[in-house]
């Protein structure tokens, strides 16, 4: 059974001439898959499509059992809440929110999830494994860049999605920590059995990986 | 709540961005409270002490001088009128006279001469003390005697006129007799004698040693009903028991100076008698204070206008400002709000969030405008007085 399947896909930028054709990709439960290819390949503009967060202009995209190209802004926030992490190159911590706050994030603004005492302790120990239990009072501005990428992995996994996407997520890294983020994703992935997409142009990441994808090849594959 | 947490932690991380909000709404909520208020108390003030006040009389002259300077002891001193106006309202049996003498100060203070009748018409009462039982007595308003740390049993000087005129008389040093309670009125600011005191202080009255048991040396000449004194005889700076009987007052009393009268009548009838008798004199007029104080706050409201244009100007330009503050503060939280976007946060959260944001700012402002004000109200009898001395 896939847990994605994009059929016919295709998408284009309003007011831009760079548009994405993928003719067919499935990825199955638990696979880890990385998409890899050029600048401007579409490879972030693919995972957003699969998150939900671009709508395609043609053909169909399902995830989980949910043909996220025909859900309602609505039901399609509530399929990215219940289904995706994400983890992003640039961290996208809120400066403003102690360590603590920051996993927390996805309950503070969804209404829809319940925020309570067992959530707030699940969150102070996924710190605590991902080495920052020490410091959840601390606001990111005080981390290094390896622990503020430790922390958005925590904020991704804290919803305990069934899908998590990371778009380059060692790219602001240096190589020391590059190895441990990618072991510590990888880890939690497994521990998680969680479907695993990530962006990357680093090909000594892409060992662990079970399919990769290159969306450049893929995409010029369809073309007429 | 989640999102009321959201925005206050953002709030109290940009503290200073905060703090300049704060402070410029706060600023353009309190200027245009603070002025209605002022003007509301002013207004309410001015009416209340006016409408206690049924008539006055007076010179001819600046009507607002003349009420200003009687109901509030502050503006020019008015031109005096003669003792015998208040014998003619006596006379004329229509109303009870209660005479006004207010053109001296004692250590910068409004010094006002009066007759018992004034204590009970304002429900003055003495929180320590007695009321000026003698002359050369004074009773000071609870304001005054905060002012100057004086309590019964101390003494104060009246003010010199003229420093450089070496003719004009000594000052006249006052015992404190009485201190009266707080009214939150002009009479907490005022020093109280009778008002034969306040012609002492004039100069029409005054005391010095019997020159008839007088030594020679202070002698010029003997005559058979009268003796001159030279300028050795020394009057008295202070009025005294022992002295008290040297103290005389030279001239026709008819002719002594007020500087106005406050007439309580006996009917509305007696006091529209009352009024035409006095209006028809060339020199003195019967004023209603009422009328005179509803006049000269007609000016003040045209002024008052003017400020309220202005402040909307200014909450126009406050709110023009506050729009791009959020315009900003939207275009540098971008990312911010795509990433909450991206995790599941809907657009009405995002913009509640600003909406959290703001309305707290205008919530600490307005408390804080609303305590300022506060302190308005509870200042503004203080500050109005001072402003107007």
Same mark, same amino acid.
């Given at each position: 059974?896939?847990?994605?399947?994009?059929?016919?896909?295709?998408?284009?930028?309003?007011?831009?001439?760079?548009?994405?054709?993928?003719?067919?990709?499935?990825?199955?439960?638990?696979?880890?898959?990385?998409?890899?290819?050029?600048?401007?390949?579409?490879?972030?503009?693919?995972?957003?499509?699969?998150?939900?967060?671009?709508?395609?202009?043609?053909?169909?995209?399902?995830?989980?059992?949910?043909?996220?190209?025909?859900?309602?802004?609505?039901?399609?926030?509530?399929?990215?809440?219940?289904?995706?992490?994400?983890?992003?190159?640039?961290?996208?911590?809120?400066?403003?929110?102690?360590?603590?706050?920051?996993?927390?994030?996805?309950?503070?603004?969804?209404?829809?999830?319940?925020?309570?005492?067992?959530?707030?302790?699940?969150?102070?120990?996924?710190?605590?494994?991902?080495?920052?239990?020490?410091?959840?009072?601390?606001?990111?501005?005080?981390?290094?860049?390896?622990?503020?990428?430790?922390?958005?992995?925590?904020?991704?996994?804290?919803?305990?999605?069934?899908?998590?996407?990371?778009?380059?997520?060692?790219?602001?890294?240096?190589?020391?920590?590059?190895?441990?983020?990618?072991?510590?994703?990888?880890?939690?992935?497994?521990?998680?059995?969680?479907?695993?997409?990530?962006?990357?142009?680093?090909?000594?990441?892409?060992?662990?990986?079970?399919?990769?994808?290159?969306?450049?090849?893929?995409?010029?594959?369809?073309?007429? | 709540?989640?999102?009321?947490?959201?925005?206050?932690?953002?709030?109290?991380?940009?503290?200073?961005?905060?703090?300049?909000?704060?402070?410029?709404?706060?600023?353009?909520?309190?200027?245009?409270?603070?002025?209605?208020?002022?003007?509301?108390?002013?207004?309410?003030?001015?009416?209340?002490?006016?409408?206690?006040?049924?008539?006055?009389?007076?010179?001819?002259?600046?009507?607002?001088?003349?009420?200003?300077?009687?109901?509030?002891?502050?503006?020019?001193?008015?031109?005096?009128?003669?003792?015998?106006?208040?014998?003619?309202?006596?006379?004329?049996?229509?109303?009870?006279?209660?005479?006004?003498?207010?053109?001296?100060?004692?250590?910068?203070?409004?010094?006002?001469?009066?007759?018992?009748?004034?204590?009970?018409?304002?429900?003055?009462?003495?929180?320590?003390?007695?009321?000026?039982?003698?002359?050369?007595?004074?009773?000071?308003?609870?304001?005054?005697?905060?002012?100057?740390?004086?309590?019964?049993?101390?003494?104060?000087?009246?003010?010199? =006129?003229?420093?450089?005129?070496? &003719?004009?008389?000594?000052? @006249?040093? +006052?015992?404190? !007799?009485?201190? #009266?309670?707080?009214?939150?009125?002009?009479?907490?600011?005022?020093?109280?004698?009778?008002?034969?005191?306040?012609?002492?202080?004039?100069?029409?009255?005054?005391?010095?040693?019997?020159?008839?048991?007088?030594?020679?040396?202070?002698?010029?000449?003997?005559?058979?009903?009268?003796?001159?004194?030279?300028?050795?005889?020394?009057?008295?700076?202070?009025?005294?028991?022992?002295?008290?009987?040297?103290?005389?007052?030279?001239?026709?009393?008819?002719?002594?100076?007020?500087?106005?009268?406050?007439?309580?009548?006996?009917?509305?009838?007696?006091?529209?008698?009352?009024?035409?008798?006095?209006?028809?004199?060339?020199?003195?007029?019967?004023?209603?204070?009422?009328?005179?104080?509803?006049?000269?706050?007609?000016?003040?409201?045209?002024?008052?206008?003017?400020?309220? =244009?202005?402040?909307?100007?200014? &909450?126009?330009?406050?709110? @023009?400002? +506050?729009?791009? !503050?959020?315009? #900003?503060?939207?275009?540098?939280?971008?990312?911010?709000?795509?990433?909450?976007?991206?995790?599941?946060?809907?657009?009405?959260?995002?913009?509640?969030?600003?909406?959290?944001?703001?309305?707290?700012?205008?919530?600490?402002?307005?408390?804080?405008?609303?305590?300022?004000?506060?302190?308005?109200?509870?200042?503004?009898?203080?500050?109005?007085?001072?402003?107007?001395?």
């Amino acid at each position: 059974m896939d847990m994605i399947r994009l059929d016919n896909l295709h998408f284009r930028y309003p007011r831009d001439t760079f548009s994405l054709r993928i003719p067919g990709l499935a990825i199955e439960k638990k696979e880890k898959v990385a998409f890899i290819g050029p600048s401007g390949c579409g490879k972030t503009t693919l995972a957003n499509l699969i998150a939900g967060i671009y709508r395609p202009n043609a053909g169909t995209i399902m995830v989980n059992d949910f043909n996220v190209s025909e859900l309602s802004d609505r039901r399609c926030r509530d399929f990215r809440i219940s289904n995706i992490g994400f983890i992003f190159q640039e961290f996208e911590l809120v400066e403003y929110l102690n360590v603590h706050e920051n996993i927390l994030l996805p309950f503070l603004v969804n209404r829809s999830l319940v925020l309570n005492s067992r959530i707030r302790n699940e969150a102070a120990t996924l710190a605590d494994s991902v080495g920052l239990g020490d410091k959840l009072r601390r606001r990111p501005g005080k981390l290094s860049q390896g622990e503020r990428q430790r922390l958005a992995i925590c904020r991704a996994l804290i919803t305990r999605p069934p899908i998590i996407i990371a778009d380059e997520p060692t790219g602001n890294l240096d190589p020391a920590n590059t190895g441990l983020i990618m072991q510590l994703i990888l880890e939690q992935v497994e521990e998680r059995e969680a479907t695993f997409l990530m962006v990357s142009h680093d090909h000594s990441l892409l060992v662990d990986f079970d399919q990769v994808v290159d969306v450049h090849e893929l995409a010029s594959g369809s073309e007429p | 709540m989640r999102t009321l947490l959201l925005a206050w932690r953002y709030l109290t991380y940009h503290r200073a961005l905060a703090f300049i909000l704060v402070i410029c709404l706060t600023i353009s909520m309190f200027l245009p409270l603070c002025v209605n208020l002022m003007v509301d108390y002013y207004e309410r003030d001015l009416i209340e002490r006016s409408q206690a006040t049924p008539l006055l009389i007076g010179a001819r002259g600046n009507r607002y001088d003349l009420v200003l300077k009687s109901l509030y002891f502050t503006a020019e001193q008015p031109e005096t009128i003669a003792w015998s106006e208040v014998e003619m309202v006596l006379d004329s049996g229509r109303g009870i006279p209660i005479p006004l003498h207010v053109r001296y100060s004692a250590q910068g203070q409004p010094v006002a001469g009066t007759s018992p009748e004034y204590f009970e018409f304002r429900g003055l009462s003495p929180k320590d003390g007695t009321l000026p039982l003698m002359l050369g007595d004074a009773v000071l308003g609870a304001g005054v005697a905060r002012k100057l740390s004086l309590k019964v049993g101390d003494y104060l000087l009246t003010d010199q =006129a003229s420093l450089y005129d070496l &003719a004009s008389v000594y000052p @006249l040093k +006052m015992k404190v !007799v009485g201190i #009266l309670n707080d009214t939150h009125t002009p009479d907490d600011h005022a020093v109280f004698v009778d008002y034969k005191t306040t012609w002492v202080i004039e100069g029409i009255g005054h005391g010095h040693t019997d020159l008839a048991a007088a030594d020679r040396s202070v002698i010029l000449k003997r005559e058979e009903k009268n003796v001159v004194g030279n300028a050795a005889v020394l009057e008295y700076a202070e009025i005294t028991r022992d002295n008290i009987n040297e103290f005389h007052f030279h001239g026709d009393w008819a002719n002594f100076p007020l500087t106005s009268v406050i007439v309580l009548p006996e009917s509305v009838k007696s006091a529209t008698l009352v009024k035409s008798q006095i209006n028809a004199s060339k020199t003195i007029q019967m004023l209603v204070p009422l009328e005179v104080i509803e006049e000269l706050l007609g000016v003040v409201f045209r002024v008052k206008r003017f400020f309220d =244009a202005n402040f909307l100007l200014v &909450a126009i330009a406050t709110a @023009l400002f +506050m729009v791009l !503050v959020v315009m #900003l503060s939207l275009r540098i939280r971008q990312r911010e709000m795509e990433t909450m976007f991206r995790i599941g946060c809907s657009r009405m959260t995002i913009f509640w969030l600003q909406v959290s944001e703001l309305a707290i700012i205008l919530l600490i402002s307005a408390g804080l405008a609303g305590i300022l004000s506060n302190g308005v109200l509870v200042f503004a009898p203080d500050v109005l007085r001072t402003m107007s001395h």
